[in-house]
């Protein structure tokens, strides 16, 4: 069985920062691409960052580049994403999740999703 839980997030004051943390079981790094999905109160969903199977590419959306940072431990079984100079539009529920090999940077593209974990950025 697939499982994805993320943790990490919080309240933090814009300028913070914040790590994230998607612990998966259930599925091979070597055959998945793991990745981050947001979404703001009243907005659709945005892919933020990917990590492709085996580590092997990083995808980030504009909207974040130069501030987010993902990586794994895959000795933990763990993806990370690091958040960075956060700003208040950065508030949202952030979910990681999985897809087969390469990062479609498509929010339908991912095949498992995790729960939620809420970040609020305040001004």
């Known amino acids: 069985e697939v499982q994805l839980v993320a943790s990490g997030g919080g309240l933090v004051q814009a300028g913070g920062s914040l790590r994230l943390s998607c612990a998966v079981s259930?599925?091979?790094?070597?055959?998945?691409?793991v990745g981050w999905v947001r979404q703001a109160p009243g907005k659709e969903r945005e892919a933020v960052s990917c990590?492709?199977?085996?580590?092997?590419?990083?995808h980030y959306a504009d909207s974040v580049k130069g501030r987010f940072t993902i990586s794994s431990d895959y000795a933990k079984n763990t993806v990370y994403l690091q958040m960075n100079s956060l700003k208040p539009e950065d508030t949202a529920v952030y979910y990681c999740?999985?897809?087969?090999?390469?990062?479609?940077?498509?929010?339908?593209?991912?095949?498992?999703y995790g729960q939620g974990t809420q970040v609020t950025v305040s001004s």
């Open positions: 259930g599925f091979s790094f070597d055959d998945y691409a």
């Open positions: 999740a999985a897809e087969r090999i390469s990062c479609s940077n498509n929010v339908w593209g991912y095949e498992y």
């Open positions: 990590l492709s199977s085996r580590g092997s590419a990083t």
